[in-house]
């Protein structure tokens, strides 16, 4: 007997149909012989139509009645699911972030988890109660409800399965794994059986959306396995692990792109030491997250630094030079918003030379100009012009088609 953690997304508890189909799955599981944890998520779309609730009353409510507010949705859809498990005849208890156990700093809206308390989890797991417990949520030392972030309840189901040790953290959502490319922009994308936590993060981080970033570094922190699955296909998913028995076969997991970016490009600096220094403290100073970093060569005693941040950032970095021009010193700030980074990641990538050239002869071939690139042990980026990004991601997923370890 082994026990999962299993947690539902927000479209999977949409409606009653789907709650039931939940109580399904989680009692299939119990059924087996295994003892169930199960996370949810709120209803659907409820998170964003409490937040537009409080907003008609009152749009600068504290943070701290935003919480007491947004903790409401996961109530409701672990309530319901447990009376659709009493329904079908099997012992069940659902509980609150705080009943759980989920002690958080107090940081309302964003909170992160400081420890989990699991006695009440362990005990009613002890009397063979299936355990439901809401996503998203504990109480801080005012025991005020916070809420960690949005998309938090993947994190909540990944700190549950590392503090009981659980032997699997299944991750229910409605696509039915992690792909080596969008399947939207790219039909021929395959699933993957696996992939290692790095390379997860990677790809979280370059806009895959499927997993809550912390709950993928948690998860990687105290070697929580996960699974990535649908819960409407009942197929095998994605493994998400330290490692992957099939990275000696193949070297390349995914290719990714991010359009939420912004190059900003100083030209004319003074090339003397010290200037990327004042430049990039002044960002980091004022929380402004740096990523692709390019130093030109420098010429007649000037050169030019470019850099990428987040699409959010771009005007404040632009005012934050242009108000420090006279310390820093360059002829001109040149800003664009249309680029995109598109990305391949690949844990196997250390060992196997050539994959930078591969993508680059595949970009080439199609015609695509890089503006700027980067690479690290897992990883090989390029900028490349926002109207160029869909189609490079095809191109470069083309060329290393027969790379991928997905299904056929
Ligand atoms: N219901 C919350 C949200 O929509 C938490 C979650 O879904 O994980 O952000
Ligand atoms: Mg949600």
Redesign the pocket.
Known sequence: MSLIVQKF??TSVANAERICNVARIITDTYKAGHDVVAVL??QGDT?DELIEKAAEINPNASKREMDMLLST??QVSCALCAMAIEALGYPVVSLTGWQAGFRTNSGYGNARIKRVQADRMRTELDKRRIVIVT??QGINKLDDITTLG?????TSAVAIAAVLGADLCQIYTDVDGIYTADPRLVPNARKLEEITFDEMLELASLGAQVLHNRSVEMAKRYNVNLEVLSSFSGQPGTKVKEVVQTMEKSYISGVAKDKNIARLALVGLQDTPGIAYKVFSLLARNHINVDIILQSIGRDSTKDISFTVSKGDMEQAQKLLEDNKSSIRFDHIDVSDNVAKVSIVGAGMVNNPGVAAKMFEALYNAGININMISTSEIKVSVLVHITDADRAVRVIHDRFYDEFNGER
């Open positions: 997304g927000g998520s709120a998170t949705g996961e996503g998203f949005r998309g938090g309840s993947d």
